[in-house]
């Protein structure tokens, strides 16, 4: 098992950020029932965690990404980890919003980019893909190299999966569902059933859980 992906959902779990309830599961701005909730907005307010997925982010870029040029975050829940990666490498940063503002200059990438630069993205979080790859193609739009992004953790979404390698974008991820779920059995967090329940949600979460209320 990955050590990366062990401590990262070890960190995740400890400060709360995300919640394991099968049998009370919660309900996504979607409209999916689901028995997992992560809010990796929490990782910055515990400094030891901060400083690991800093780190963890920044290796990657340097392993994965030697000829990065500048550092994106895409809004609002990765501005301040890709802030933090940009500072510890040396790059620019810039941020990408999921549109256009409707006013002033009506920017949707926010910072000092030159057409041409490679980019590396960086997020918190994969679902379904949608929403990060549309940073992806507005980096694109703007004459940007995007390289590949890294984000913390992802649910493994068959979805999510096909999305980004149509969009032939590679993605990596500090840490991931099914790591986390044996991390949690094994901790006591979970019991084998809701192993089960937690596999199961996987394979088709849109449809999961309806008839439950």
Not at 29 to 37: D, F, K, L, V
Not at 43 to 59: C, D, G, H, Y
Not at 68 to 86: D, F, P, Q, R, S
Request: glycine share 10%; hydrophobic share 40%.
């Amino acid at each position: 098992m990955d050590e990366t992906a062990k401590k990262t959902a070890e960190y995740l779990l400890q400060i709360k950020a995300i919640k394991l309830q099968p049998a009370k599961p919660f309900t996504w701005a979607s409209g999916w029932r689901s028995p997992i909730y992560c809010d990796n907005r929490k990782t910055l307010s515990f400094p030891v965690v901060r400083s690991f997925i800093r780190e963890a982010f920044a290796s990657r870029v340097r392993q994965l990404y030697p000829d990065a040029e500048v550092i994106a975050g895409v809004a609002t829940g990765a501005i301040a980890h890709g802030a933090l990666v940009a500072d510890t490498l040396g790059l620019p940063f810039i941020y990408v919003r999921s549109g256009a503002k409707d006013h002033g200059l009506g920017n949707q990438i926010e910072g000092y980019y030159e057409e041409g630069q490679r980019v590396v993205v960086i997020e918190d979080l994969i679902s379904t893909g949608g929403s990060s790859l549309g940073a992806v193609r507005a980096l694109r739009a703007a004459g940007c190299r995007v390289e590949g992004m890294i984000a913390i953790f992802t649910y493994g979404f068959r979805k999510a999966e096909e999305a980004f390698a149509a969009e032939e974008c590679r993605l990596d991820t500090l840490g991931n569902y099914t790591v986390l779920v044996d991390m949690a059995l094994d901790s006591g967090y979970i019991s084998g059933e809701d192993v089960a329940t937690l596999r199961e949600w996987r394979k088709e979460p849109s449809e999961w859980g309806r008839g439950l209320d």
